[in-house]
């Protein structure tokens, strides 16, 4: 039997991932939390797990180097790979937001400057609400961004809301929720349906 190939974010979601697998009874004895690896085999049912970084789960699954994947909403907004997006996934949960200073200096006659990681999804936010804008592209701790002077909001994603408040900053609008989601590449979701399709039966066991 060939392999199924899962893309994995590493980071936050692979955590959880990986205790979903052990309690479907598809156990990577090899992982752990602190392990440096980055390929997981399951010879039982012939499951292989890579992790990748989370802006390039959707690369490794549209290419077919990876028959699944597992990421966050977030990623699939930004990346619009061309793939299946299958299952919510229920954890990884968190929310997109336009946030900013709680001392806010008003903007007049210049274009709102919006600091982000992910710059197709604040700029396809502000153009659906018909407002032009100038995006600044920051790979991580976009919240400084403000406070340095270096935009009027940021567009990032908020869970608790603790880096925020230790900041200084404040939501201003809700953008839209997020969640691990599956995904699969197109040719190996109708090639490998069936273990997909038991897969995804397992996952959803809590
Ligand atoms: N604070 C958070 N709380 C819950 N889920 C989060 C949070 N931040 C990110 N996520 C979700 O977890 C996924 C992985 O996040 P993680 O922080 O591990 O990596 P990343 O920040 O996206 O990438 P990297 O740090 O490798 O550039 C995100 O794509 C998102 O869906
Ligand atoms: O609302 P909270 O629970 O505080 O979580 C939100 C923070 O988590 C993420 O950052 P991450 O830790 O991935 O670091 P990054 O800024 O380098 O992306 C996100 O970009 C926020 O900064």
Redesign the pocket.
């Known amino acids: 039997m060939e392999y199924l190939s899962v893309a994995l974010?590493?980071?936050?979601?692979a955590e959880i991932t990986f205790d979903r697998f052990q309690k479907m009874g598809v156990t990577f004895v090899e992982y752990s939390p602190k392990s440096r690896k980055l390929i997981f085999m399951n010879e039982k049912y012939n499951i292989k797990v890579v992790l990748v970084?989370?802006?390039d789960v959707t690369t490794y699954v549209e290419q077919g180097a990876c028959d699944i994947g597992i990421?966050?909403?977030?990623?699939l907004l930004e990346k619009k790979a061309d793939i299946y997006e299958i299952m919510d996934l229920g954890f990884?949960?968190?929310k997109f937001v336009v946030a900013a200073l709680k001392k806010r200096i008003p903007v007049e006659h210049r274009t709102i400057r919006v600091a982000t990681k992910y710059p197709n999804v604040a700029q396809d936010y502000f153009y659906k609400k018909g407002e032009g804008v100038e995006i600044i592209y920051l790979?991580?701790s976009v919240e400084l961004a403000p406070i340095m002077g270096l935009s009027d909001v940021i567009v990032d994603?908020v869970?608790t809301g603790t880096t925020l408040r230790e900041n200084g900053l404040q939501v201003i609008e809700d953008i839209c929720p997020?969640s691990?989601r599956l995904i699969a590449n197109r040719v190996s979701f109708k090639a490998k349906s069936s273990r997909i399709q038991k897969l995804m039966k397992g996952l959803q066991t809590k």
Not at 71 to 75: E, I, M, Q
């Open positions: 974010s590493k980071g936050r979601l970084k989370s802006g990421v966050g909403k977030d990623n990884g949960k968190c790979s991580g994603i869970e997020i691990a």
